[in-house]
Protein backbone atom coordinates (compact mmCIF):
# COMPACT_ATOMS: atom_id res chain seq x y z
CA UNK A 1 0.00 0.00 0.00
CA UNK A 2 1.09 3.32 -0.63
CA UNK A 3 1.60 6.49 2.04
CA UNK A 4 -1.02 8.16 0.84
CA UNK A 5 -3.73 5.48 1.23
CA UNK A 6 -2.33 4.49 4.79
CA UNK A 7 -2.47 7.98 5.54
CA UNK A 8 -5.94 8.42 4.13
CA UNK A 9 -7.60 5.41 5.63
CA UNK A 10 -6.15 6.29 9.19
CA UNK A 11 -7.54 9.45 9.18
CA UNK A 12 -10.74 8.59 8.03
CA UNK A 13 -10.54 5.49 11.07
CA UNK A 14 -9.42 7.67 13.55
CA UNK A 15 -12.54 10.16 12.91
CA UNK A 16 -15.08 7.52 12.69
CA UNK A 17 -13.54 6.45 16.34
CA UNK A 18 -13.68 10.20 17.59
CA UNK A 19 -17.22 10.75 15.74
CA UNK A 20 -18.59 7.23 17.44
CA UNK A 21 -17.55 8.27 21.18
CA UNK A 22 -19.60 11.68 20.21
CA UNK A 23 -22.39 9.83 19.04
CA UNK A 24 -22.87 7.40 21.95
CA UNK A 25 -22.45 10.08 24.71
CA UNK A 26 -25.17 11.86 22.50
CA UNK A 27 -27.25 9.01 22.29
CA UNK A 28 -27.47 8.11 26.13
CA UNK A 29 -27.75 11.92 26.68
CA UNK A 30 -30.83 12.13 24.33
CA UNK A 31 -32.69 8.75 25.45
CA UNK A 32 -32.42 9.82 29.16
CA UNK A 33 -33.88 13.09 28.36
CA UNK A 34 -36.36 12.12 25.99
CA UNK A 35 -37.73 9.57 28.76
CA UNK A 36 -36.87 11.42 31.85
CA UNK A 37 -38.20 15.14 30.58
CA UNK A 38 -41.71 13.59 30.67
CA UNK A 39 -41.45 12.92 34.48
CA UNK A 40 -39.63 16.02 35.89
CA UNK A 41 -42.03 18.42 37.59
CA UNK A 42 -42.38 20.40 40.60
CA UNK A 43 -44.38 17.02 41.97
CA UNK A 44 -41.21 14.64 40.96
CA UNK A 45 -38.64 17.62 42.47
CA UNK A 46 -40.37 18.61 45.84
CA UNK A 47 -42.47 16.06 46.80
CA UNK A 48 -41.68 12.67 49.15
CA UNK A 49 -41.37 9.06 47.60
CA UNK A 50 -44.26 7.07 48.17
CA UNK A 51 -45.55 3.57 47.71
CA UNK A 52 -42.05 2.39 48.40
CA UNK A 53 -41.11 4.76 45.58
CA UNK A 54 -43.63 4.04 43.03
CA UNK A 55 -44.99 6.90 43.33
CA UNK A 56 -44.58 10.74 44.59
CA UNK A 57 -41.04 12.56 44.06
CA UNK A 58 -37.93 11.50 44.93
CA UNK A 59 -36.82 15.09 47.50
CA UNK A 60 -35.13 13.22 49.56
CA UNK A 61 -32.89 11.43 47.12
CA UNK A 62 -31.77 15.16 45.68
CA UNK A 63 -30.80 16.14 49.03
CA UNK A 64 -28.90 12.93 49.93
CA UNK A 65 -27.15 13.05 46.99
CA UNK A 66 -26.36 17.32 47.83
CA UNK A 67 -25.81 16.62 51.48
CA UNK A 68 -23.32 14.12 50.68
CA UNK A 69 -21.69 16.16 47.77
CA UNK A 70 -20.97 19.21 49.95
CA UNK A 71 -19.90 16.65 52.91
CA UNK A 72 -17.18 15.01 50.40
CA UNK A 73 -15.80 18.89 49.42
CA UNK A 74 -15.46 19.67 52.72
CA UNK A 75 -13.57 16.94 53.69
CA UNK A 76 -11.80 16.01 50.70
CA UNK A 77 -10.89 19.23 49.29
CA UNK A 78 -8.88 20.58 52.15
CA UNK A 79 -7.23 17.22 52.85
CA UNK A 80 -6.31 16.89 48.88
CA UNK A 81 -5.11 20.35 48.37
CA UNK A 82 -3.12 20.23 52.03
CA UNK A 83 -1.46 16.74 50.95
CA UNK A 84 -0.54 18.33 47.14
CA UNK A 85 0.74 21.54 48.77
CA UNK A 86 3.43 19.27 50.71
CA UNK A 87 4.48 17.05 47.74
CA UNK A 88 4.91 20.00 45.08
CA UNK A 89 6.45 22.59 47.61
CA UNK A 90 7.87 20.90 50.85
CA UNK A 91 8.65 17.60 50.28
CA UNK A 92 11.91 16.37 49.59
CA UNK A 93 12.00 15.11 46.30
CA UNK A 94 13.23 11.55 46.97
CA UNK A 95 12.51 8.00 47.14
CA UNK A 96 9.54 8.39 49.64
CA UNK A 97 8.08 11.28 47.82
CA UNK A 98 8.14 9.04 45.14
CA UNK A 99 6.58 5.95 47.07
CA UNK A 100 3.76 8.22 48.20
CA UNK A 101 3.07 9.41 44.82
CA UNK A 102 3.30 5.88 44.00
CA UNK A 103 0.36 4.99 46.91
CA UNK A 104 -1.67 7.55 45.79
CA UNK A 105 -2.00 6.32 42.58
CA UNK A 106 -3.02 3.27 43.31
CA UNK A 107 -5.75 4.23 45.56
CA UNK A 108 -6.84 5.94 42.38
CA UNK A 109 -7.09 2.57 40.75
CA UNK A 110 -9.01 0.48 43.72
CA UNK A 111 -12.37 -0.17 43.30
CA UNK A 112 -15.36 1.77 44.39
CA UNK A 113 -17.01 -1.61 46.56
CA UNK A 114 -13.48 -1.32 47.96
CA UNK A 115 -14.16 2.02 49.27
CA UNK A 116 -17.58 1.10 50.46
CA UNK A 117 -16.37 -1.69 52.37
CA UNK A 118 -13.15 -0.22 53.93
CA UNK A 119 -15.71 2.79 55.11
CA UNK A 120 -18.36 0.05 56.15
CA UNK A 121 -15.73 -1.31 58.45
CA UNK A 122 -13.87 2.13 59.43
CA UNK A 123 -16.45 4.73 59.64
CA UNK A 124 -19.78 2.80 60.57
CA UNK A 125 -18.41 -0.20 62.65
CA UNK A 126 -15.14 1.39 63.82
CA UNK A 127 -15.65 4.61 64.60
CA UNK A 128 -19.31 4.10 65.12
CA UNK A 129 -20.44 6.68 63.05
CA UNK A 130 -23.48 3.91 61.65
CA UNK A 131 -24.81 4.28 58.33
CA UNK A 132 -25.03 7.66 58.06
CA UNK A 133 -24.13 10.95 55.81
CA UNK A 134 -21.04 11.12 57.67
CA UNK A 135 -19.94 8.10 57.02
CA UNK A 136 -20.91 8.06 53.36
CA UNK A 137 -19.49 11.69 53.09
CA UNK A 138 -15.91 10.27 54.44
CA UNK A 139 -15.75 7.18 52.29
CA UNK A 140 -16.42 9.05 49.45
CA UNK A 141 -13.83 11.83 50.52
CA UNK A 142 -11.27 8.33 50.87
CA UNK A 143 -12.22 7.53 47.25
CA UNK A 144 -11.57 11.41 45.42
CA UNK A 145 -8.61 12.41 47.69
CA UNK A 146 -5.91 10.73 45.10
CA UNK A 147 -7.97 12.61 41.84
CA UNK A 148 -7.64 15.80 44.13
CA UNK A 149 -3.86 15.59 45.09
CA UNK A 150 -2.92 14.72 41.57
CA UNK A 151 -4.72 17.54 39.76
CA UNK A 152 -4.19 19.92 42.47
CA UNK A 153 -0.47 19.43 42.48
CA UNK A 154 -0.21 19.28 38.82
CA UNK A 155 -1.68 22.60 38.80
CA UNK A 156 0.35 23.60 41.73
CA UNK A 157 3.77 22.59 39.58
CA UNK A 158 2.48 24.58 36.74
CA UNK A 159 3.39 27.54 38.31
CA UNK A 160 6.34 29.38 36.81
CA UNK A 161 9.56 28.94 39.44
CA UNK A 162 9.73 32.80 38.88
CA UNK A 163 6.88 34.02 40.95
CA UNK A 164 8.12 31.88 43.75
CA UNK A 165 11.51 33.36 43.89
CA UNK A 166 10.58 36.93 43.56
CA UNK A 167 8.45 36.41 46.72
CA UNK A 168 10.94 34.57 48.58
CA UNK A 169 13.62 37.40 47.43
CA UNK A 170 11.16 39.98 49.02
CA UNK A 171 11.46 38.04 52.33
CA UNK A 172 8.27 36.40 52.23
CA UNK A 173 8.37 32.94 53.91
CA UNK A 174 7.43 29.85 52.19
CA UNK A 175 3.87 29.94 53.72
CA UNK A 176 3.72 33.51 52.31
CA UNK A 177 4.94 32.95 48.92
CA UNK A 178 2.54 29.43 48.94
CA UNK A 179 0.06 31.43 50.34
CA UNK A 180 -0.49 34.88 48.09
CA UNK A 181 1.94 33.80 44.85
CA UNK A 182 1.23 30.08 43.96
CA UNK A 183 -2.54 28.86 45.38
CA UNK A 184 -3.88 31.81 44.26
CA UNK A 185 -2.73 31.18 40.68
CA UNK A 186 -3.48 27.44 40.60
CA UNK A 187 -7.09 27.73 42.08
CA UNK A 188 -8.49 27.22 38.49
CA UNK A 189 -6.59 24.37 37.95
CA UNK A 190 -7.40 22.48 41.56
CA UNK A 191 -11.08 23.75 41.32
CA UNK A 192 -11.27 22.49 37.87
CA UNK A 193 -10.20 18.95 39.36
CA UNK A 194 -11.86 18.64 42.50
CA UNK A 195 -15.36 19.64 40.78
CA UNK A 196 -14.57 17.02 38.22
CA UNK A 197 -13.49 14.00 40.72
CA UNK A 198 -16.80 14.97 42.82
CA UNK A 199 -18.95 15.30 40.23
CA UNK A 200 -17.75 11.32 39.37
CA UNK A 201 -18.43 10.28 43.69
CA UNK A 202 -21.94 12.31 43.28
CA UNK A 203 -23.09 9.34 41.12
CA UNK A 204 -21.36 6.52 42.87
CA UNK A 205 -23.44 3.84 44.34
CA UNK A 206 -21.03 1.31 45.71
CA UNK A 207 -19.62 3.31 48.57
CA UNK A 208 -22.77 4.62 50.03
CA UNK A 209 -24.55 1.13 49.42
CA UNK A 210 -22.85 0.52 52.44
CA UNK A 211 -21.91 3.15 54.63
CA UNK A 212 -25.26 5.67 54.02
CA UNK A 213 -27.96 5.14 51.44
CA UNK A 214 -31.20 4.31 52.82
CA UNK A 215 -33.45 2.13 50.77
CA UNK A 216 -36.61 3.78 51.39
CA UNK A 217 -36.52 6.58 53.48
CA UNK A 218 -39.61 8.95 52.71
CA UNK A 219 -38.31 11.96 55.35
CA UNK A 220 -35.31 14.13 55.62
CA UNK A 221 -32.32 13.57 57.71
CA UNK A 222 -31.84 15.88 61.20
CA UNK A 223 -28.42 15.51 61.71
CA UNK A 224 -24.87 14.27 59.96
CA UNK A 225 -25.27 11.14 62.10
CA UNK A 226 -28.88 10.17 60.08
CA UNK A 227 -29.35 8.31 57.10
CA UNK A 228 -30.26 9.72 53.53
CA UNK A 229 -31.77 8.42 50.30
CA UNK A 230 -29.40 9.44 47.47
CA UNK A 231 -29.99 9.41 43.33
CA UNK A 232 -27.88 6.36 42.34
CA UNK A 233 -28.87 4.11 44.96
CA UNK A 234 -32.23 4.85 44.34
CA UNK A 235 -31.84 4.37 40.98
CA UNK A 236 -30.54 1.49 41.17
CA UNK A 237 -33.39 0.00 43.83
CA UNK A 238 -35.87 1.51 41.17
CA UNK A 239 -34.00 -0.68 38.42
CA UNK A 240 -33.44 -3.62 39.39
CA UNK A 241 -34.58 -4.08 43.60
CA UNK A 242 -38.27 -2.68 43.09
CA UNK A 243 -41.25 -5.09 42.60
CA UNK A 244 -43.09 -3.69 39.66
CA UNK A 245 -39.42 -2.14 37.53
CA UNK A 246 -41.29 -1.98 34.66
CA UNK A 247 -44.18 0.62 36.00
CA UNK A 248 -41.50 2.34 37.30
CA UNK A 249 -39.56 3.04 34.04
CA UNK A 250 -40.47 6.54 33.02
CA UNK A 251 -39.40 7.30 37.56
CA UNK A 252 -35.86 5.48 36.85
CA UNK A 253 -35.65 7.58 33.82
CA UNK A 254 -36.39 11.25 35.60
CA UNK A 255 -33.86 10.36 38.23
CA UNK A 256 -31.13 9.30 35.74
CA UNK A 257 -32.13 12.70 34.62
CA UNK A 258 -31.71 14.57 38.02
CA UNK A 259 -29.02 13.00 38.67
CA UNK A 260 -27.01 14.02 35.33
CA UNK A 261 -28.33 17.51 35.66
CA UNK A 262 -27.03 17.84 39.29
CA UNK A 263 -23.57 16.44 37.93
CA UNK A 264 -23.06 18.26 34.70
CA UNK A 265 -24.54 21.41 36.55
CA UNK A 266 -21.16 20.94 38.57
CA UNK A 267 -19.02 20.42 36.09
CA UNK A 268 -20.19 23.81 34.23
CA UNK A 269 -19.64 25.51 37.36
CA UNK A 270 -16.39 24.14 37.61
CA UNK A 271 -15.95 25.44 33.85
CA UNK A 272 -17.04 29.10 34.75
CA UNK A 273 -14.58 29.21 37.94
CA UNK A 274 -11.80 28.29 35.69
CA UNK A 275 -12.64 30.80 33.02
CA UNK A 276 -13.35 33.86 35.76
CA UNK A 277 -10.25 32.61 37.63
CA UNK A 278 -7.86 32.19 34.56
CA UNK A 279 -8.75 35.91 33.52
CA UNK A 280 -8.15 36.95 37.27
CA UNK A 281 -4.62 35.92 36.88
CA UNK A 282 -3.35 35.64 33.43
CA UNK A 283 0.52 35.61 32.73
CA UNK B 1 43.54 57.92 38.81
CA UNK B 2 43.71 54.07 39.41
CA UNK B 3 45.15 54.50 42.28
CA UNK B 4 43.26 57.02 44.04
CA UNK B 5 40.61 54.85 43.63
CA UNK B 6 42.30 51.86 45.13
CA UNK B 7 42.68 53.52 48.52
CA UNK B 8 39.18 54.92 49.02
CA UNK B 9 38.62 51.26 48.67
CA UNK B 10 40.51 50.57 51.46
CA UNK B 11 39.21 52.97 53.87
CA UNK B 12 35.67 52.01 53.22
CA UNK B 13 34.40 49.35 55.42
CA UNK B 14 33.23 46.34 52.75
CA UNK B 15 29.14 45.68 53.43
CA UNK B 16 29.92 42.34 51.64
CA UNK B 17 32.58 40.16 52.53
CA UNK B 18 32.52 36.69 50.56
CA UNK B 19 35.72 34.48 52.80
CA UNK B 20 36.44 31.17 51.35
CA UNK B 21 33.61 30.09 50.07
CA UNK B 22 32.78 27.01 48.17
CA UNK B 23 29.45 25.55 46.71
CA UNK B 24 28.29 22.21 45.56
CA UNK B 25 25.00 21.29 43.94
CA UNK B 26 25.04 17.53 45.44
CA UNK B 27 28.25 16.48 44.73
CA UNK B 28 29.38 18.88 42.10
CA UNK B 29 31.52 21.86 42.98
CA UNK B 30 29.91 24.88 41.28
CA UNK B 31 32.55 27.50 43.52
CA UNK B 32 35.89 26.89 44.67
CA UNK B 33 37.18 29.16 47.13
CA UNK B 34 35.99 32.84 46.17
CA UNK B 35 36.95 35.61 48.50
CA UNK B 36 35.95 39.17 47.74
CA UNK B 37 35.18 41.96 49.34
CA UNK B 38 32.54 44.68 48.25
CA UNK B 39 32.23 48.21 49.28
CA UNK B 40 29.15 50.17 49.98
CA UNK B 41 27.32 52.10 47.36
CA UNK B 42 29.14 51.07 44.44
CA UNK B 43 28.16 48.77 40.91
CA UNK B 44 30.29 45.60 41.21
CA UNK B 45 29.88 43.54 38.07
CA UNK B 46 30.44 40.11 38.24
CA UNK B 47 31.29 38.66 34.23
CA UNK B 48 31.95 35.24 32.79
CA UNK B 49 31.01 32.47 30.47
CA UNK B 50 28.30 30.57 30.90
CA UNK B 51 28.16 27.75 33.74
CA UNK B 52 31.49 29.80 35.30
CA UNK B 53 29.47 30.61 38.89
CA UNK B 54 28.63 33.80 38.72
CA UNK B 55 24.81 33.71 39.10
CA UNK B 56 25.28 30.74 41.78
CA UNK B 57 27.69 32.97 43.76
CA UNK B 58 25.12 36.24 43.22
CA UNK B 59 22.69 33.91 44.92
CA UNK B 60 24.84 33.05 47.45
CA UNK B 61 24.30 36.75 48.57
CA UNK B 62 20.52 36.27 49.62
CA UNK B 63 20.79 32.21 50.08
CA UNK B 64 18.80 32.08 46.90
CA UNK B 65 20.24 28.51 46.79
CA UNK B 66 18.59 27.52 49.45
CA UNK B 67 15.34 26.63 47.66
CA UNK B 68 17.57 23.90 45.51
CA UNK B 69 17.30 20.82 46.91
CA UNK B 70 20.73 19.19 48.15
CA UNK B 71 23.02 22.53 47.82
CA UNK B 72 25.43 23.14 50.17
CA UNK B 73 27.96 26.07 51.41
CA UNK B 74 31.35 26.32 53.10
CA UNK B 75 33.29 28.96 54.17
CA UNK B 76 31.45 32.77 55.29
CA UNK B 77 29.31 34.98 53.62
CA UNK B 78 29.21 38.39 56.10
CA UNK B 79 26.98 41.42 54.89
CA UNK B 80 27.46 43.85 57.20
CA UNK B 81 29.57 42.07 59.49
CA UNK B 82 26.89 39.77 59.60
CA UNK B 83 27.79 36.06 59.05
CA UNK B 84 24.55 35.08 56.64
CA UNK B 85 24.94 31.44 56.96
CA UNK B 86 25.19 31.03 60.81
CA UNK B 87 22.88 29.44 63.37
CA UNK B 88 21.24 32.88 63.94
CA UNK B 89 20.48 34.24 60.84
CA UNK B 90 17.11 35.41 60.33
CA UNK B 91 16.30 34.83 56.29
CA UNK B 92 13.75 37.12 56.23
CA UNK B 93 15.39 39.99 57.66
CA UNK B 94 18.43 39.26 55.15
CA UNK B 95 16.18 39.23 52.12
CA UNK B 96 14.93 42.19 53.17
CA UNK B 97 17.91 44.07 53.23
CA UNK B 98 19.67 42.00 49.99
CA UNK B 99 17.12 42.77 47.12
CA UNK B 100 16.70 40.76 44.07
CA UNK B 101 16.05 41.35 40.19
CA UNK B 102 16.13 38.30 38.38
CA UNK B 103 17.14 37.66 34.63
CA UNK B 104 13.35 36.59 33.39
CA UNK B 105 10.84 39.70 34.89
CA UNK B 106 8.65 38.29 37.29
CA UNK B 107 5.98 40.36 37.99
CA UNK B 108 3.06 38.60 39.79
CA UNK B 109 -0.54 38.27 37.76
CA UNK B 110 -1.23 41.59 39.80
CA UNK B 111 -1.81 44.90 39.85
CA UNK B 112 1.09 47.24 39.15
CA UNK B 113 -0.08 49.04 42.63
CA UNK B 114 -0.23 44.98 44.61
CA UNK B 115 3.34 44.28 43.12
CA UNK B 116 5.01 47.24 44.78
CA UNK B 117 3.58 46.70 47.97
CA UNK B 118 3.80 42.90 47.94
CA UNK B 119 7.12 43.57 49.99
CA UNK B 120 5.59 46.04 52.38
CA UNK B 121 2.50 43.84 53.11
CA UNK B 122 4.62 40.96 54.08
CA UNK B 123 7.12 43.12 56.00
CA UNK B 124 2.93 44.30 57.44
CA UNK B 125 2.50 47.86 56.82
CA UNK B 126 -0.81 47.68 55.93
CA UNK B 127 -1.20 51.67 56.48
CA UNK B 128 -3.07 52.73 53.48
CA UNK B 129 -1.50 56.14 52.97
CA UNK B 130 1.98 55.13 54.06
CA UNK B 131 1.80 52.07 51.75
CA UNK B 132 0.56 54.31 48.68
CA UNK B 133 3.63 56.69 49.43
CA UNK B 134 6.06 53.67 49.40
CA UNK B 135 4.44 52.31 46.07
CA UNK B 136 4.89 55.88 44.25
CA UNK B 137 8.67 56.34 45.71
CA UNK B 138 9.69 53.13 44.82
CA UNK B 139 8.20 53.43 41.18
CA UNK B 140 10.01 57.31 40.99
CA UNK B 141 13.15 55.62 42.09
CA UNK B 142 12.87 53.21 39.46
CA UNK B 143 12.25 55.52 37.02
CA UNK B 144 8.29 53.75 35.96
CA UNK B 145 6.07 56.50 37.73
CA UNK B 146 5.44 58.53 35.08
CA UNK B 147 4.48 55.71 32.47
CA UNK B 148 2.32 54.17 35.07
CA UNK B 149 0.93 56.49 37.33
CA UNK B 150 -2.49 56.50 35.65
CA UNK B 151 -3.51 52.79 35.79
CA UNK B 152 -1.84 51.39 38.96
CA UNK B 153 -4.51 49.32 39.31
CA UNK B 154 -3.70 47.03 35.77
CA UNK B 155 -2.57 44.15 35.51
CA UNK B 156 1.30 43.98 35.22
CA UNK B 157 1.33 41.78 32.63
CA UNK B 158 0.01 44.45 30.29
CA UNK B 159 3.54 46.51 30.85
CA UNK B 160 6.18 45.91 27.76
CA UNK B 161 9.36 43.78 28.98
CA UNK B 162 11.29 46.85 29.93
CA UNK B 163 8.99 48.33 32.03
CA UNK B 164 8.34 44.69 33.73
CA UNK B 165 11.62 44.69 34.50
CA UNK B 166 11.63 48.05 36.10
CA UNK B 167 8.71 46.97 37.64
CA UNK B 168 11.01 44.27 39.13
CA UNK B 169 13.10 46.49 40.35
CA UNK B 170 10.60 48.87 41.98
CA UNK B 171 9.03 46.06 43.66
CA UNK B 172 12.23 45.33 45.34
CA UNK B 173 13.35 48.72 46.30
CA UNK B 174 10.01 48.69 48.14
CA UNK B 175 11.37 46.95 51.46
CA UNK B 176 13.93 49.30 51.31
CA UNK B 177 17.13 46.76 50.86
CA UNK B 178 20.44 48.28 50.61
CA UNK B 179 21.79 45.79 48.55
CA UNK B 180 20.68 44.87 45.30
CA UNK B 181 21.21 41.90 43.44
CA UNK B 182 20.72 41.93 39.42
CA UNK B 183 21.29 38.70 37.70
CA UNK B 184 21.15 39.55 34.10
CA UNK B 185 18.56 42.29 34.14
CA UNK B 186 18.72 43.50 30.58
CA UNK B 187 19.52 39.94 28.62
CA UNK B 188 15.63 39.24 27.86
CA UNK B 189 15.21 43.43 26.60
CA UNK B 190 15.59 45.18 23.39
CA UNK B 191 18.21 47.94 23.33
CA UNK B 192 16.50 50.97 24.10
CA UNK B 193 15.22 49.15 27.26
CA UNK B 194 18.21 48.26 28.22
CA UNK B 195 19.52 51.81 28.13
CA UNK B 196 16.66 52.25 30.52
CA UNK B 197 18.14 49.67 33.49
CA UNK B 198 21.68 50.91 33.08
CA UNK B 199 20.80 54.09 33.47
CA UNK B 200 18.59 53.25 36.48
CA UNK B 201 21.97 51.33 37.95
CA UNK B 202 23.50 54.87 37.27
CA UNK B 203 21.12 56.57 39.29
CA UNK B 204 20.84 53.99 41.92
CA UNK B 205 24.48 53.74 42.33
CA UNK B 206 23.96 56.77 44.98
CA UNK B 207 21.85 54.82 47.54
CA UNK B 208 22.44 51.34 47.33
CA UNK B 209 25.25 48.90 46.75
CA UNK B 210 24.55 46.94 43.23
CA UNK B 211 25.91 43.51 41.96
CA UNK B 212 25.15 42.72 38.82
CA UNK B 213 25.69 39.61 36.73
CA UNK B 214 25.96 39.90 33.15
CA UNK B 215 27.16 38.31 30.14
CA UNK B 216 27.67 41.56 28.23
CA UNK B 217 31.03 42.81 28.26
CA UNK B 218 30.06 46.67 26.81
CA UNK B 219 27.58 46.44 30.12
CA UNK B 220 29.80 45.89 32.60
CA UNK B 221 32.20 48.22 31.13
CA UNK B 222 29.63 50.93 31.09
CA UNK B 223 27.55 50.26 34.51
CA UNK B 224 30.10 49.08 37.34
CA UNK B 225 32.66 50.43 39.19
CA UNK B 226 34.36 46.97 40.00
CA UNK B 227 34.52 43.73 37.45
CA UNK B 228 35.15 40.16 38.90
CA UNK B 229 35.80 37.79 36.35
CA UNK B 230 35.04 34.43 37.21
CA UNK B 231 36.21 31.54 35.02
CA UNK B 232 34.91 27.42 36.38
CA UNK B 233 33.97 28.22 39.27
CA UNK B 234 36.84 30.42 40.00
CA UNK B 235 37.53 33.81 40.88
CA UNK B 236 39.86 34.81 38.06
CA UNK B 237 40.24 38.29 38.71
CA UNK B 238 38.87 41.29 40.73
CA UNK B 239 39.94 44.73 40.22
CA UNK B 240 38.14 47.93 39.46
CA UNK B 241 36.85 47.84 35.68
CA UNK B 242 38.90 50.60 34.14
CA UNK B 243 41.62 48.08 35.14
CA UNK B 244 40.22 45.02 34.44
CA UNK B 245 39.44 46.59 31.14
CA UNK B 246 42.64 48.16 29.68
CA UNK B 247 44.94 45.61 31.64
CA UNK B 248 43.66 42.99 33.07
CA UNK B 249 46.38 41.21 34.95
CA UNK B 250 45.73 37.66 33.82
CA UNK B 251 45.82 35.72 30.58
CA UNK B 252 42.33 34.26 31.05
CA UNK B 253 40.94 37.46 31.94
CA UNK B 254 42.04 38.76 28.88
CA UNK B 255 41.63 36.12 26.19
CA UNK B 256 37.59 36.37 27.69
CA UNK B 257 37.33 39.92 27.04
CA UNK B 258 38.75 40.38 23.71
CA UNK B 259 36.47 37.83 22.81
CA UNK B 260 38.79 34.70 22.38
CA UNK B 261 36.72 32.36 24.27
CA UNK B 262 33.05 32.42 25.97
Not at chain 1, 46 to 59: H, K, N
Not at chain 1, 152 to 158: D, F, H, K, V
Request: positive net charge; hydrophobic residues 45%.
Amino acid sequence: MNSDLVQKISYHLLRLITYAIVVSVGYILFDIIRHGLPVINWEFLTDFPRRSGSEGGILPAILGTVYLTIGTIAVALPLGVGCAIYLSEYADQNRFSELIRLAIITLAGVPSIVYGLFGLGLFVIFCQFGTSILAGSLTLACMVLPIIIVASEESLRAVPRGFREASLALGATKWETIRTNVLPYSISGIITGSILAIGRAAGETAPILLTVAAFFLPKLPNSIFDQVMALPYHLYILATQHPEAEKVLPLQYGTALVLLMLVLGMNLGAIILRIHFRKKYKW
Amino acid sequence: MVNTKKSTQKTTKPIIQAMDVSFFYGTAQALFNISLDIAPQRVTALIGPSGCGKSTFLRCLNRMNDIIPKTRLTGKVLISDRDIYGEKENIVDLRKQVGMVFQKSNPFPKSIFDNVAYGPRIHKLNDKKKLAEVVEKSLRRAALWDEVKDRLSNNAMGLSGGQQQRLCIARALAVDPKILLMDEPASALDPKSTTHIEDLIGELRADYTIVIVTHNMQQAARVSDETAFFYEGHLVEFSPTKEIFTKPKQKQTEDYITGRFG
